[in-house]
């Protein structure tokens, strides 16, 4: 009758003990989030489940308010066309985020290599920004690219250099940004000036500009001959 009773309220300890192992184990190699179902008649136990269930809540919370922050930073960055990439200069490996690959029409899944970016960018514009690239100082730049489409986008650059206390290259990090539409608003307003201002010197009467207190601030060439 000892034997069996002790088999019996030894089971009735280690049971849970096994079973909350086992859900602890798989936390730590899985990420596992299935809460531990908290066994009565063992103090101990039953304080150590509920304590395992409270950090599994917390981090559940956490995951899903870091995937939150996430998600709103892919859909402001898709909202004004910028995005964020990092060159790990020890790994040579190259990352962008969602937006970046968009905006170069490319694959998620394509392997990024510092090639493949120097391939997208138009070849008129190439040794510039590899010189700017090359220098390992911060820099802004806008520069070409053709996509895979045919298609030529303007891009703004802005980058920053992570270095040692040697002062050797660790990271890069910047943002890409399409600039494709502000480069064509300014082209429009830039013809549209100059047309302005071959009329205004061509015109055949006399044409004078001045402030509101009367000072003269241009003329064209027939109001010179006047």
Request: hydrophobic fraction near 40%.
């Amino acid at each position: 009758f000892i034997l069996l009773a002790a088999i019996f309220f030894g089971s009735r300890i280690t049971r849970p003990i096994v079973h909350l192992t086992k859900a602890i184990r798989s936390f730590g190699e899985k990420g596992s989030e299935e809460e531990i179902s908290v066994p009565e008649g063992n103090h101990e136990v039953t304080e150590l489940a509920t304590a395992f269930n409270k950090m599994f809540a917390q981090r559940k919370a956490a995951i899903e308010s870091l995937q939150m922050s996430e998600a709103r930073l892919a859909e402001s960055q898709h909202i004004a066309h910028i995005g964020s990439c990092e060159y790990n200069a020890a790994e040579k490996k190259l990352w962008w985020s969602e937006e970046v690959f968009r905006i170069f029409l490319l694959d998620r899944n394509a392997e990024l290599t510092f090639d493949l970016f120097i391939g997208f960018v138009y070849p008129e514009d190439r040794e510039a920004l590899l010189e700017q690239i090359y220098s390992n100082k911060p820099h802004r730049t806008d520069y070409r690219i053709v996509r895979r489409d045919g298609v030529v986008r303007y891009i703004h650059e802005e980058v920053v250099m992570i270095k040692d206390k040697d002062g050797n290259l660790i990271k890069v990090r910047g943002t890409s940004q399409d600039i494709t539409e502000r480069k064509r608003i300014e082209k429009s307003l830039m013809e549209s000036e100059e047309r302005y201002r071959l009329l205004f010197e061509k015109a055949p009467l006399g044409i004078l500009h001045f402030t509101k207190d009367g000072v003269v601030t241009d003329c064209n060439e027939k109001f010179a001959e006047i």
